[in-house]
């Protein structure tokens, strides 16, 4: 080639057919539609210290389960896993920019509030019963079928860990009584600081 010839230029490539454009447009809206149909605030680290104080009260109380003592340790942190859970998931819609109650969010909390809410009438029954032996089986059944309901419209693991809390509920209730400490704690301590850290790793928190 002479010095002052130019250099010949690359043959530019190919262009991307346009089926492929449309595919990958596709993919994206699809996506995005999937991802605004799930509840993606739920806060694993929130979960964690869910499971936390959990174990602590299964420490605290009594192994006599008709004390009203028992009762009142496992209500009180009913509502101090409440309170966490609910300022954790605020905190978390926040950080990533997202609406706590959207659609996603208002289905998740119909779905779980209606399994809570008859968890929170046989509590009451069963206090004034005498039947606190019932207590943890029916607290893990129906809060289990709460998570799995609401989990419908979250990540897949949170209906997983519904599941795992409904097993141990139908393990809490052929268990004997002594055990009822032992199963909540496995339960609301230790399903909650595993799936919350599996939670809090893989979904932003």
Known sequence: MSP?????????????PLHRHAEADLRYIRTA????????????????????TAIGAALLAPA????????????GEALVAAAISVSSAALKAQRLGLPLFGV?????????????????????AMVRGDA????????????GAAVTG????????????????????????FAPPEWANAILALGF???HLVFGAWIGRRHDG
Do not use: K
């Open 132 to 143: 606190n032996a019932l207590l943890p089986a029916t607290w893990l059944l129906l809060y």
């Open 33 to 52: 539609i999937e991802r605004a149909h799930e509840f993606t605030s739920i806060s694993g680290w929130g979960q964690v210290l869910v499971g936390v």
């Open 64 to 75: 006599d389960l008709s004390t009203d003592r028992w009762v009142a340790i496992w209500l």
């Open 104 to 124: 996603a969010g208002r289905r998740f909390l119909l779905a779980f509030a209606t399994p809570a809410a008859a968890g929170i009438a046989l509590t009451a």
């Open 4 to 16: 002052t010839e130019p250099e010949p230029r690359p043959a530019p490539p190919d262009p991307i």
């Open 150 to 173: 609401g989990g419908a419209f979250s990540v897949p693991s949170v209906p997983a860990m519904g599941a795992c809390f409904m097993a141990l509920g139908v393990l809490a209730a």
């Open 189 to 191: 301590g230790g399903v």
